[in-house]
């Protein structure tokens, strides 16, 4: 290579790494990095609970009566949760929202004295009880029942309802048996068998009608069932029974009955059942009222409470086929007479 070329070659490479040099240290103060920042901490996503809008389908239980604050009247929108109310209804509100933080809004439909379907309310209402002014006579005034579930109830459930609790069959059995004893289901064993498996399978046809009736209503509602503790155990069954034998063993027939061929096949149908009837709770004289048939404040609490665990149950408990206060049915010897006393108060 000529040595001219040979030198312009060098001072171009020279240069160029001078130039590359000069670069490099430029970069090296431009791109220099920093203290490696903290990363801002995540928040952690929480979702609220669903709000719940309770409505529950019942009676005199469901309005609270034996209980310290019972619902005088059933919550209105100015007073949606009965508040400070101690009946099972404003108490389960209550734990849906201390267990779960759900905001919970109460529509409580109870009436007191009320049966399934008007059916039952007819029959019932045909004859007077024991301390009716005319036993056995048409009821009349004060004394008659004022409604039934499907007739009065079922129209106030609204579409927005997500849980929705029936509590039936107390009035029921009240109404039918003490039909019996005024002679609506004649004289005879054979005859009055066939009339209590005829009330019975009518009581199963109202509420199969409610139940599918509540839930075209309100698609998105969890239905509860409770069944009947033997009312031939609870304290007011056993003083009918102690005067009136037979007439505590038809209490019994019915009651059962209606969990047995009723109420307890409702799981069948994804529909949870509290199994009042096989809880020695359900017995516990300490848990009632002085009438032997509401519940006073425990009574209310621990109904509440059972009321609760099937609710938030993942898989709910079944109700037993059988027990002792169930096989007591066993032991029913009909026929009876007479009327007995009125279940309901107002």
């Given at each position: 290579m000529p040595n001219h070329l040979r030198g312009a070659l060098t001072a171009f490479v020279a240069s160029a790494a001078l130039a590359l040099a000069a670069c490099s240290n430029n970069d090296s103060v431009r791109f220099q990095p920093g203290p490696t920042p903290t990363p801002a901490p995540t928040a952690t996503p929480t979702t609220a609970p669903a709000p719940v809008s309770y409505v529950a389908i019942g009676a005199s239980d469901a309005v609270g009566l034996g209980a310290s604050v019972p619902c005088a009247t059933p919550p209105t929108v100015a007073n949606p949760t009965c508040p400070g109310g101690t009946g099972y209804v404003p108490v389960l509100a209550g734990l849906i929202t201390t267990k779960t933080g759900a905001a919970v809004t109460l529509d409580d439909l109870g009436i007191s004295g009320a049966v399934?379907?008007?059916d039952i309310l007819a029959l019932t209402n045909q004859y007077g009880s024991q301390n009716s002014a005319a036993p056995c006579a048409p009821r009349t005034g004060a004394d008659v029942v004022p409604g039934d579930f499907i007739t009065n109830e079922l129209p106030n459930v609204p579409a927005t309802a997500t849980l929705v609790t029936i509590f039936a069959g107390g009035n029921d059995t009240n109404g039918i048996v003490n039909a019996l004893g005024?002679?609506?289901?004649?004289t005879t064993s054979a005859s009055q068998t066939a009339f209590i498996t005829t009330w019975i399978t009518n009581f199963g046809n109202d509420l199969q009608s409610l139940?599918?009736?509540v839930r075209a209503k309100a698609p998105n509602a969890k239905i509860v069932l409770a069944n009947l503790p033997n009312f031939s155990q609870i304290p007011v069954g056993l003083a009918i029974g102690a005067t009136n034998p037979a007439a505590g063993q038809a209490l019994a027939a019915v009651?059962?009955?209606?969990d047995q061929n009723v109420i307890d096949?409702?799981?069948s149908f994804g529909i949870p059942v509290v199994d009042l009837l096989c809880n020695p709770v359900s017995y516990a004289s300490s848990n009632f009222f002085t009438d032997g048939f509401h519940p006073n404040d425990a009574g209310y609490q621990a109904l509440a409470q059972a009321f609760y665990a099937q609710i938030s149950a993942v898989t709910p408990a079944l109700p037993q086929p059988n027990c002792s206060y169930a096989s007591l049915t066993a032991r029913v010897r009909l026929p009876m007479s007479g009327p007995i006393r009125t279940f309901e108060h107002r």
């Amino acid at each position: 290579m000529p040595n001219h070329l040979r030198g312009a070659l060098t001072a171009f490479v020279a240069s160029a790494a001078l130039a590359l040099a000069a670069c490099s240290n430029n970069d090296s103060v431009r791109f220099q990095p920093g203290p490696t920042p903290t990363p801002a901490p995540t928040a952690t996503p929480t979702t609220a609970p669903a709000p719940v809008s309770y409505v529950a389908i019942g009676a005199s239980d469901a309005v609270g009566l034996g209980a310290s604050v019972p619902c005088a009247t059933p919550p209105t929108v100015a007073n949606p949760t009965c508040p400070g109310g101690t009946g099972y209804v404003p108490v389960l509100a209550g734990l849906i929202t201390t267990k779960t933080g759900a905001a919970v809004t109460l529509d409580d439909l109870g009436i007191s004295g009320a049966v399934v379907g008007p059916d039952i309310l007819a029959l019932t209402n045909q004859y007077g009880s024991q301390n009716s002014a005319a036993p056995c006579a048409p009821r009349t005034g004060a004394d008659v029942v004022p409604g039934d579930f499907i007739t009065n109830e079922l129209p106030n459930v609204p579409a927005t309802a997500t849980l929705v609790t029936i509590f039936a069959g107390g009035n029921d059995t009240n109404g039918i048996v003490n039909a019996l004893g005024c002679g609506a289901g004649g004289t005879t064993s054979a005859s009055q068998t066939a009339f209590i498996t005829t009330w019975i399978t009518n009581f199963g046809n109202d509420l199969q009608s409610l139940i599918l009736q509540v839930r075209a209503k309100a698609p998105n509602a969890k239905i509860v069932l409770a069944n009947l503790p033997n009312f031939s155990q609870i304290p007011v069954g056993l003083a009918i029974g102690a005067t009136n034998p037979a007439a505590g063993q038809a209490l019994a027939a019915v009651s059962v009955g209606i969990d047995q061929n009723v109420i307890d096949r409702a799981p069948s149908f994804g529909i949870p059942v509290v199994d009042l009837l096989c809880n020695p709770v359900s017995y516990a004289s300490s848990n009632f009222f002085t009438d032997g048939f509401h519940p006073n404040d425990a009574g209310y609490q621990a109904l509440a409470q059972a009321f609760y665990a099937q609710i938030s149950a993942v898989t709910p408990a079944l109700p037993q086929p059988n027990c002792s206060y169930a096989s007591l049915t066993a032991r029913v010897r009909l026929p009876m007479s007479g009327p007995i006393r009125t279940f309901e108060h107002r």
